[in-house]
C-alpha cells in the first residue's frame, strides 16, 4: 500500500478538481491511503470521505495581506500539515500537485516525491499574460512571465496529461525540467457508467446538444452560441457550468447579452453547476466543445465512455488525441464559427459507431499503474 498526496486549490465545482477526486477514488480502490490537502476550504463537488481524508491550510487561503508573505506561510503551513499526516506512520510516497499556486507551495515546501501534474497549454497561459499589450509593457511582460514560468518548472518533475504538452512545456516555453513524461488522466468508465444512470427530473425529455464547463473566456462558450446559430438546429442547446470570479460572472453576463442579441434565448438552457452532470452528456444528442485551450478535457474523453457523439474545437492540447481516426473529421480550428456550425450539423445527420478503441488508452488502471511506478523511482 502506497501513501499517496493530492494537492489542488480547493475542489471547486470544476473539472480540475473533479479529476483530483477521480484520482483520489482511484488509488483509494486499488488499495493505497489516499490525503488531498486544499489552499483553501472550498468544496463544491460531492466527496467521499470513506476513501480518502481531506485536509486544509487554511479557511481563505490568506496568512497574510502581503502575497510574498502569505506564499511562505502557506508553503510552512503545508510542510507541517504533512509533517502530521506522517507522524509515527509511513511517509508519503509519492505528492501530485494539479494547480499552480501548489506547484509553488510543493516546491517551496521542499516536499519529497514531488511532482507536478500539468494540466493546460503552458504556452497559451503564457501568451494571454501579455497578448493585450504592447510597447515596453508588452516587453517587461513578456520577460517577467517567461522568467516566472523558468523559475518554477526548471529542474522539477513534471506529468502531462496530454503528448502534446511534452512540446509545448519544452520546446515552445523552452522549460528544462528534470524529468518530463504524459501520462493520461485514470477514467473509472463503471462508475462514470453508474453514475450517468442517476434519475434527475430537471434534464429535458427532448433531444439536446450540451456543453458542460466553467463560464469563462478560455472555455469560449460565446464562440458555440455563434456557431449554434448559425447550425439552425432545432434542438436547445443546454450549458451547465458556474462562475466563481468577477471575470466569471462579467464573461456570463456578456454570454447571456450576446445570446439575447442573437435571438435564441428561448432555445438556451442554463441550469447551473451540476454535481452530478453525467446524465445529463449521457442523454444528450450531441456534446459540443468550443475551448481555446485545454490539457486533456476530461468532458470528451466522459462523453465518450458513455457513447455521445462529440464535436470539438482542435484546440491545444488534448482533443487531437480523444478524437482520432475516423472522428478526427469533427475536429475544427479554434475561433472557427462556421468549422464548427458545419460539424454540428455534420454530427446531428450522421456519426460513427463510438466503439472501445477510442477510449482503450484512457483506462484508469494504466494510468494509476503509471504513476505508482514514480514511487519506485523516489525523486526527491
Not at 130 to 142: D, I, Q, V
Not at 306 to 320: E, F, R, W
Amino acid at each position: 500500500m502506497k501513501k499517496i498526496g493530492l494537492l489542488i486549490d480547493t475542489l471547486i465545482g470544476g473539472g480540475a478538481e473533479r479529476i483530483v477526486l477521480n484520482f483520489a477514488e482511484t488509488f483509494a480502490k486499488f488499495g493505497h491511503e489516499v490525503h488531498i490537502i486544499l489552499i483553501k476550504d472550498v468544496i463544491e463537488h460531492e466527496i467521499n470521505p470513506t476513501l480518502y481524508t481531506i485536509h486544509t491550510l487554511s479557511h481563505d487561503g490568506e496568512l497574510s495581506k502581503y502575497k510574498f508573505i502569505n506564499k511562505i506561510l502557506l508553503a510552512q503551513r503545508l510542510k507541517k500539515v504533512v509533517a502530521t499526516i506522517e507522524t509515527n506512520a509511513k511517509p508519503f510516497d509519492l505528492f501530485i500537485s494539479n494547480a499552480e499556486d501548489m506547484d509553488l507551495l510543493a516546491k517551496k515546501a521542499k516536499l519529497k516525491n514531488f511532482y507536478i501534474r500539468y494540466r493546460n497549454s503552458m504556452f497559451v497561459y503564457y501568451k494571454s499574460k501579455f497578448e493585450h499589450t504592447s510597447g515596453f509593457k508588452r516587453l517587461r511582460r513578456k520577460l517577467k512571465f517567461k522568467l516566472q514560468f523558468k523559475s518554477r518548472y526548471d529542474n522539477q518533475n513534471i506529468i502531462t496529461v496530454s503528448k502534446a504538452l511534452v512540446d509545448d512545456i519544452t520546446k515552445q516555453m523552452n522549460i528544462k525540467p528534470r524529468m518530463i513524461q504524459c501520462i493520461y488522466n485514470p477514467f473509472d468508465f463503471e462508475t462514470i457508467r453508474k453514475r450517468a444512470e442517476e434519475e434527475n427530473l430537471n434534464i429535458p425529455k427532448e433531444k439536446y446538444i450540451i456543453y458542460a464547463a466553467k463560464f469563462e473566456n478560455r472555455k469560449n462558450q460565446k464562440l458555440l452560441v455563434k456557431a449554434y446559430k448559425k447550425a439552425n438546429t432545432p434542438l436547445p442547446l443546454v450549458l451547465i457550468g458556474n462562475t466563481h470570479t468577477s471575470s466569471d460572472k462579467q464573461y456570463l453576463k456578456e454570454l447571456k447579452d450576446l445570446i439575447k442579441e442573437l435571438g435564441i434565448e428561448d432555445k438556451i438552457i442554463f441550469p447551473g453547476f451540476q454535481k452530478n452532470p453525467y446524465p445529463w452528456i449521457k442523454n444528450a444528442e450531441l456534446f459540443v466543445m468550443s475551448s481555446n485551450s485545454e490539457g486533456l478535457p476530461l468532458v470528451l474523453v466522459e462523453a465518450l465512455v458513455l457513447g455521445t457523439k462529440i464535436v470539438s474545437t482542435d484546440c491545444p492540447t488534448g482533443p487531437s488525441e480523444v478524437l482520432v481516426d475516423e472522428l478526427k473529421e469533427f475536429l475544427s480550428p479554434v475561433g472557427d464559427i462556421e468549422g464548427l456550425a458545419n460539424n454540428i450539423q455534420k454530427a446531428l445527420e450522421s456519426y460513427p459507431k463510438i466503439e472501445d478503441k477510442y477510449i482503450e488508452k484512457f483506462k484508469a488502471s494504466y494510468s494509476i499503474e503509471q504513476y505508482l511506478q514514480l514511487c519506485a523511482k523516489g525523486n526527491s
